[in-house]
């Protein structure tokens, strides 16, 4: 089906606290050198005591409408992707409509982990296409380090917090999505969790601390075989070529997986937007984060087109195609 769905703004926001590797450096044994060879990390945002996924939300709208001018009183969906909600309910979302006071919106959270930005723009095209909607305000928002184990050096090394924000209105004659493919692999979900109601998966039992726990190698392999399908089964659908594409915007998980997966994609790093090295690994933040840092470098313009692609716990994934024109 022919889009019918324009991104016509973004805004975004991380907080104010820094947590570098030599801060790092005094709580676990790790060293700068160490964290920065094997992620290309140098530092991450992280959340006050008083800052929650909503809080961080709010401020990601609140520069979108600074930003772009936009008026927001008017949408017909509020919809959230994060992974790390205030409460389990209410909704990040029925939180956003509170705060500035929407009238007559719907509101719901999705979760597809570090998916959750190209799941959210998938499923917004869709309602927007379909003719259910016609403006909604989508968000992505993070507070991992509210659930990051400080003593685990193989993880406590990765994860920042932020959020991000972009409005997709009915726009016909401009759309931006050109091609859409989601998977999923939920036999590898014990490879990467955070523990709930039940306490064990597949009939083993699971770490219940709280905290997020991740088998690093094992998403590692798993990313790096299936992005490059994934990214070959997107041009074909599109009908285009790799060097069509000006950006490729993948989540920014770790620099080397990242390196590893334009190297089996045969794609430049020179034309790869990331958010990794001074934001951390911000789940369904990183693509909208990495999307601004190219606005504020003079990188990324109207009309360029893009190949963003999010992979994550679950395990899930998903990549589109899209043409950026915010206004």
Known sequence: MQSKARITAIGTYVPENRLTNEDLE????TSDEWIVQRTGIRERRITSENEFASTLAFKAIENLVEQYQKDITDIDLILVATTTPDYAFPSVACQIQEHFNIKEVGALDLHAACAGFTYGLHVANGLITSGLHRKILFITTEALSKVTDYTDRTTCILFGDGAAAVLIEKGEEMPSFIASHIGTNGAGGKNLYLTNLSTSMHGSPLSTSGKIVQNGREVYKWAS??????????????????????????????????????????ISLEKTLTSVEYMGNTSAVSIPLALQLGINEGKLTNGDTLLIYGFGGGLTHAGLIIKWCVE
């Open 26 to 29: 005094k709580i676990v044994e």
């Open 225 to 266: 075989r299936t992005l490059p399908t994934g990214i070959e089964e997107l041009l074909q659908q599109a009908k285009m070529r790799l060097d069509e594409i000006d950006w490729f915007v993948p989540h920014s998980a770790n620099l080397r997986m990242i390196e590893s997966i334009c190297e089996r994609s045969g």
